[in-house]
């Protein structure tokens, strides 16, 4: 496999939702490559379809339709048990709405990813100790999510998205809770986890959000308008 070949493809991506008899074709034709390494933002109103791409997208889902070539492999040819592990080594998410458990500690949130795999609880503990350290939270180890800011709370589901070193992070608007400048925080963060070679996949409805990513996909009622 040749390193220039696009981590991600995707060829005519459809989706669409069956509720009852209404068929709400969300995704409707949509063609991205993804470059290993890259920072895209994938831009468009509410109601795009920006999360529903970005759940395909971290084989959270699968699309209805065309084909989503994942470091060459069309996934469509994989059963479900192979993309959960593929899921769970590739990539890492964090979400507009932290996803913390409220009553373990930072750690321990962080941590959690890793408890059914076969690392060592005591490596684990320190893995997420340097984690929760490189993204400034040394002093809160010991936190529960309630007793942090809620950019504090985004900075811990950054640690525990990096916990299983992933390729590609994706963050759906990240920054969609907190206010300017806890934002400009935490987009200063998704660059150096950029930096560290991974590939960034940002979705916002905000333009400035948008520029700190390297390119802009921009998606219009389920269809990407600048190609
Ligand atoms: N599971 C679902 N069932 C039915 N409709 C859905 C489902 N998920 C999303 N949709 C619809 O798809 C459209 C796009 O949603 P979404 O991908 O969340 O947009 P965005 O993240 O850009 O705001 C919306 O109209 C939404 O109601
Ligand atoms: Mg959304």
Known sequence: MSSSQPIIQLQDIEKTFLLGDLHIEVLKGVSIDIGRGEFVALRGASGSGKSTLMHILGLLDRPSGGRY????????????????????QLFGFIFQTFYLIPYITALENVMLPGLYGATPARQLKRRAEELLSQVGLADRLHF????????????VAMARALLNDPQV???DEPTGQLDSATSAEIMALL????????TVILVTHDAATAEFAEREVLLHDGLVQNR
């Open 169 to 171: 992070l994706l963050a």
């Open 144 to 155: 529960r999510p309630g007793q942090l800011s809620g950019g504090q709370q985004q900075r």
């Open 191 to 198: 660059k150096s986890i950029h930096g560290q070679g991974r």
């Open 69 to 88: 070539l994942l470091q060459g492999k069309n996934i469509a040819d994989l059963p479900d048990d192979r993309l959960s592990a593929l899921r769970n």
